[in-house]
């Protein structure tokens, strides 16, 4: 009996085999690998999600090499730029080709290749989360029409408000990510985060209510397009023709796979973006309104006189607010700012982003800046076209400049540019489909 005291003690107890994890016969008798749990195992509890993601934190932290190694001015305007190092491409050789998916199959797999399987994914970059978040929104071109329906200064606060809360969104979102996160358990959707802290209830919630907006974001760019090329055409195409024309196009470029290889098209997105603004401000300031245009006008909406012509058939002088342009029409100003969210309404996406960086740390980063860079530039751009325009502005505002060639250019561009975010809004709405549809309960790869 002494005997097999001491071999327990030297050894370990040896009915716990291998299959029980790392710590079998070290006095630990139930402790199942997280390869060998299923992908969402109410067993797991919150303290086990919170220690993997300490000790990954950890490991990112131990494995950050000096940014003159990877960072250069121009990797950072194009982040793609940056080379594969030969540590990332070690660990991708090393993962054993095995459907993860399969309990069964997950038996075989080391702890080393699950680490090396979940890092494999992790490749995007701070510069590749700034691009994806300046183009995961509906661009700037609404919020003219934001301005034109509240005034200078409601319109200033609220604007500057809504961006200090998607800040702190963000933030408080990365503080979540980060303390759940791990490469043992990882987190690959707003739902993971909803089911760690709530259960799985709020995680069904999540993900029906994030797939509802993806869809509507989806088809109001599908939509907008269409009208967009419609217009583009002068009314000679069928309209529907044009609306599956972008629904094709959009399926085909959200067949990226990584969000870093998305990076591409999202740096491509902002400065289409930046360039719209620009044609449209140096336009908007050497011509007139569109004033055959003042029924769609932000004036209209809020109160037709202001944008009607006198009997002699000329239209009213560009005029501003200081406050609400008509306190009797609040209903037209809430309309009206309700365009300025979509500036900041890339928070849904944002566990996604996170999921496949390769230092989640860093998010926060990419983050900021596009929340500073979105601030800046869209609101010196609505405020820019409102003194320009006036209550003449169009929502999108480049179809407000008179010069047709140019309302042409804007359409085209912003065509582009639009088609990009929806295969964004795509791309990210595929995995999550995949991962909570097609892996649970199909067990695809």
């Not at 030969?86 to 199959?105: G, L, Q, T």
């Not at 419609?230 to 470029?253: P, Q």
């Not at 003194?387 to 179809?399: D, E, M």
């Not at 407000?400 to 804007?410: E, V």
């Amino acid at each position: 009996m002494s005997k097999m005291g001491l071999m327990a003690l030297d050894g370990g107890d040896p009915r716990l085999g291998t299959v029980e994890g790392t710590f079998a016969g070290q006095g630990i008798v139930s402790y199942t690998r997280p390869q060998m749990r299923a992908l969402h195992d109410p067993s797991v509890s919150f303290e086990e999600y919170h220690y993997y993601a300490q000790q990954t934190r950890a490991v990112e932290d131990a494995n950050i090499v000096s940014r003159s190694e990877t960072r250069g001015i121009l990797s950072t305007i194009i982040p793609n730029l940056k080379r594969e190092v030969p540590e990332e491409k070690r660990r991708a050789s090393m993962i054993p080709n095995v459907n993860f998916s399969d309990p069964s199959r997950r038996a075989s797999v080391t702890d080393e290749e699950w680490i090396n399987a979940s890092r494999a994914v992790r490749t995007a970059t701070a510069g590749a989360i700034f691009y994806l978040i300046t183009t995961d929104i509906l661009g700037p071109f609404s919020l003219p029409y934001a301005f034109a329906t509240t005034g200078w200064g409601p319109g200033t606060g609220l604007f500057t408000a809504f961006g200090f809360m998607a800040g702190v969104s963000g933030w408080l979102l990365w503080q979540c990510f980060m303390g759940l996160d791990s490469y043992q358990y990882p987190v690959k959707s707003y739902g993971d985060l909803a089911y760690r802290l709530y259960g799985s209830w709020a995680r069904y919630l999540f993900n029906i209510l994030q797939a509802i907006q993806l869809i509507c974001n989806v088809g109001a760019i599908i939509i907008s397009n269409g009208e967009a090329l419609s217009e583009a055409s002068k009314f000679k195409l069928c309209y529907a023709i044009c609306c599956l024309v972008w629904a094709l196009a959009g399926f085909i470029i959200g067949q990226v796979r990584t969000l870093q290889k998305f990076g591409w098209l999202a740096n491509a997105a902002v400065w289409v973006n930046l360039l719209i603004m620009f044609i449209t401000m140096g336009v908007a300031a050497h011509s007139a309104p569109l004033y055959s245009g003042a029924l769609s006008s932000a004036g209209y909406s809020v109160n037709p006189i202001l944008v009607t012509p006198n009997a002699a058939g000329v239209y009213p002088a560009v005029q501003h607010s200081g406050g609400l342009p008509d306190k009797a029409n609040f209903g037209a100003s809430v309309n009206g700012l309700m365009q300025a969210v979509y500036s900041y309404g890339g928070a849904m996406l944002f566990p996604e982003f996170m999921s496949e960086m390769k230092r989640p740390h860093d998010f926060l980063r990419g983050m900021w800046g596009a929340q500073f860079f979105i601030f800046v530039c869209y609101m010196l751009y609505g405020l820019f076209m409102y003194g320009y325009q006036g209550q003449y502005i169009q929502n999108p505002s480049y179809l407000g400049i008179a010069p047709y060639a140019w309302q042409t250019t804007g359409n085209v561009l912003a065509m582009v540019s639009a088609l990009i975010a929806a295969a964004l809004y795509g791309n990210i709405g595929v995995k999550v489909l995949y991962n909570n549809i097609a892996v649970e309960f199909f067990r695809a790869p």
